[in-house]
T-cell receptor, first 113, second 108 residues
């Protein structure tokens, strides 16, 4: 069964450093999502791509976060500089289209020291 | 986003049914009711969804009230692998807006 791949699974970094997360969606899925999940809360959408275009980045802190999906396949989420409050699980999901079931990857757990 | 209300936690015994309630009194006519669950240290996974009629699949059943202001996710025979956080979400476009969900504990 096809799965969404994410790497790394765990990342420890120091405050003010840059960090990047990678996501490879299920093959053929046009829509890709990045979520952030703070411990004890549900995931919160950061950005949604339709192919290579950003559809919604209204909750993305654009002063320090950036996301790209250059060829409409895999995607990278970057934080620069990282802050203590960025410690969370970063989840990637994909779907065949924007209104269809979303399939989530295992996430990247980030700890900022 | 229309909001849902779920209990913080529920406990069940293994092999017994689990009924997870969800209130959504401000639901609109075009909102679908979706359920996802999140096992420990994993990403959420889709469970089931419906609009007006009750729905069944291999994982669970979804019972929707006639006025659509509440729904119940039914796990027919809970196993230890069903221990997870269950999220009830109203969706009418691409967006999934997760709340805190219900943490289900299954006792052996």
């Amino acid at each position: 069964e096809a799965e969404v791949a994410q790497s790394p699974r765990y990342k420890i970094t120091e405050k003010s450093q840059a960090v990047a997360f990678w996501c490879d969606p299920i093959s053929g899925h046009a829509t890709l999502y990045w979520y952030r999940q703070i411990l004890g809360q549900g995931p919160e959408l950061l950005v949604q791509f339709q192919d290579e275009s950003v559809v919604d980045d209204s909750q993305l802190p654009k002063d320090r976060f950036s996301a790209e999906r250059l060829k409409g396949v895999d995607s990278t989420l970057k934080i620069q500089p990282a802050e203590l409050g960025d410690s969370a699980m970063y989840l990637c999901a994909s779907s065949p289209g924007g209104q269809e079931t979303q399939y989530f990857g295992p996430g990247t757990r980030l700890l900022v020291l | 986003d229309a909001k849902t209300t779920q209990p913080n936690s529920m406990e069940s015994n293994e092999e017994e049914p689990v009924h997870l309630p969800c209130n959504h009194s401000t639901i609109s006519g075009t909102d679908y009711i979706h359920w996802y669950r999140q096992l420990p240290s994993q990403g959420p996974e889709y469970v089931i969804h419906g609009l007006t009629s009750n729905v069944n699949n291999r994982m669970a059943s979804l019972a929707i009230a006639e006025d659509r202001k509440s729904s119940t996710l039914i796990l027919h025979r809970a196993t230890l692998r069903d221990a997870a956080v269950y999220y009830c979400i109203l969706k009418n476009d691409y967006k999934l807006s997760f709340g805190a969900g219900t943490t289900v504990t299954v006792r052996a």
